[in-house]
């Protein structure tokens, strides 16, 4: 069974999930409040590939927000379980859960995917940008969680500082 996919132009579907507070937070909120919306979708917090994604989006943020875009991260994590994950690693923008993954599936980010050569049912991990009008004008799927970010600042034109490397 196949899940059907976003494609570009295509209207986004509506959502409201809680946060890592438990707050209910809908696309139309975050359209509201940043005109552009950079969605992604990631199996589990505080696990490698996840964190990683995660952390990079955060050391974007201000060059994706400067372009006019705001960052939010949807998984079917409890939102405890996000609350732990932004506060062990700083994470500012919101953390949404979809446990019974309704909005997963109708992005078509839950569904088939080849997981160390078997097919299992499970989370994709997936990017989208929707413009303000509602519409998608990115949609990407199977995406590797390392050198993502700076993959997608590049398709949107969004400089990115050099990373730092880490100490010691």
Same mark, same amino acid.
């Given at each position: 069974?196949?899940?059907?996919?976003?494609?570009?132009?295509?209207?986004?579907?509506?959502?409201?999930?809680?946060?890592?507070?438990?707050?209910?937070?809908?696309?139309?909120?975050?359209?509201?409040? %940043?005109?552009?919306?950079?969605?992604?979708?990631?199996?589990?917090?505080?696990?490698?590939?996840?964190?990683?994604?995660?952390?990079?989006?955060?050391?974007?943020?201000?060059?994706?927000?400067?372009?006019?875009?705001?960052?939010?991260?949807?998984?079917?994590?409890?939102?405890?379980?996000?609350?732990?994950?932004?506060?062990?690693?700083?994470?500012?923008?919101?953390?949404?859960?979809?446990?019974?993954?309704?909005?997963?599936?109708?992005?078509?980010?839950?569904?088939?995917?080849?997981?160390?050569?078997?097919?299992?049912?499970?989370?994709?991990?997936?990017?989208?940008?929707?413009?303000?009008?509602?519409?998608?004008?990115?949609?990407?799927?199977?995406?590797?969680?390392?050198? %993502?970010?700076?993959?997608?600042?590049?398709?949107?034109?969004?400089?990115?500082?050099?990373?730092?490397?880490?100490?010691?």
């Amino acid at each position: 069974m196949t899940t059907p996919r976003l494609e570009v132009g295509q209207p986004a579907p509506a959502f409201t999930l809680p946060d890592a507070d438990g707050t209910p937070t809908s696309l139309q909120d975050l359209l509201a409040e %940043h005109g552009r919306v950079l969605v992604y979708v990631y199996p589990a917090a505080m696990t490698p590939g996840c964190t990683t994604e995660t952390v990079d989006f955060e050391n974007a943020l201000q060059q994706l927000r400067d372009a006019g875009m705001g960052v939010v991260g949807v998984s079917p994590d409890a939102p405890e379980k996000l609350a732990r994950f932004r506060d062990k690693y700083g994470i500012t923008f919101p953390l949404l859960s979809d446990p019974d993954k309704t909005m997963l599936t109708e992005w078509g980010a839950f569904g088939e995917k080849k997981n160390y050569g078997k097919t299992v049912m499970g989370v994709i991990r997936s990017t989208f940008v929707v413009e303000s009008d509602g519409t998608i004008s990115m949609a990407r799927y199977n995406v590797r969680a390392k050198g %993502h970010v700076a993959m997608v600042a590049k398709l949107l034109g969004v400089e990115l500082p050099e990373p730092q490397p880490a100490e010691g």
